[in-house]
């Protein structure tokens, strides 16, 4: 009988390990990849206390014990030197709560790319590639007009 019960536990925890490693490689798969945002959610300089960048703002949500935030830090701040009318904002979430919440941020680093007027254009959780917010900052609309 304890046969059995050992058995059982070890087929069980395998079972647990096993979908905890499927979500956890899921959740990764998905990490540093730009989804475009089409709830027309608008971001006013007001709410940054910065203006908004002349083409776009890189808008990161941090948080003050997350590594990963300082590497997209330094992906988006060398981005947004490189690139003309870009702007990088970085927020702490815990400070600004009222816009994690209105926003629906649930992971730090949380990247969203506005467009000049504020209007979220994309959203990338983890890290960003640079190949994905380069490839989001070209169908940004460049003083209103149309994508490229």
Same mark, same amino acid.
């Given at each position: 009988?304890?046969?059995? @019960? &050992? *058995? ?5 925890l395998a079972?647990?390990? =096993?979908?905890? @490693?499927?979500?956890? =490689? ?5 990490d540093?990849r730009?989804?475009? $945002? &089409?709830d027309?959610r608008?971001?006013? !300089? %007001?709410? *940054? ?7 776009a703002?890189?808008?990161q949500f941090?948080? %003050?014990f997350?590594?990963?935030?300082r590497? !997209? ?6 981005? !947004? %030197?490189?690139?003309?009318? @870009?702007?990088? /904002? %970085?927020? #702490? !979430? /815990? &400070?600004?709560? #009222? =816009?994690?919440?209105?926003? #629906?941020? +649930?992971?730090?680093?949380t990247?969203l790319v ?6 979220v254009r994309? +959203? ?6 640079r $190949?994905? @917010? &380069? ?6 609309? /460049?003083h209103g007009?149309?994508?490229?």
């Amino acid at each position: 009988m304890d046969v059995d @019960v &050992t *058995l059982t536990r070890a087929a069980a925890l395998a079972a647990v390990l =096993l979908v905890a @490693v499927a979500f956890g =490689l899921l959740r990764r798969s998905g990490d540093g990849r730009a989804r475009r $945002d &089409t709830d027309g959610r608008t971001i006013r !300089a %007001e709410d *940054l206390g910065v203006p908004l960048g002349a083409r776009a703002t890189l808008l990161q949500f941090s948080s %003050e014990f997350c590594a990963p935030c300082r590497s !997209a830090r330094r992906l988006l701040s060398g981005l !947004a %030197e490189q690139v003309d009318g @870009v702007r990088h /904002v %970085e927020l #702490d !979430a /815990v &400070t600004h709560l #009222d =816009l994690v919440r209105r926003l #629906d941020i +649930r992971r730090t680093p949380t990247v969203l790319v506005l467009d000049a007027a504020g209007q979220v254009r994309s +959203r990338v959780v983890g890290v960003p590639a640079r $190949d994905e @917010v &380069t490839g989001v900052l070209g169908m940004v609309p /460049v003083h209103g007009s149309a994508p490229g």
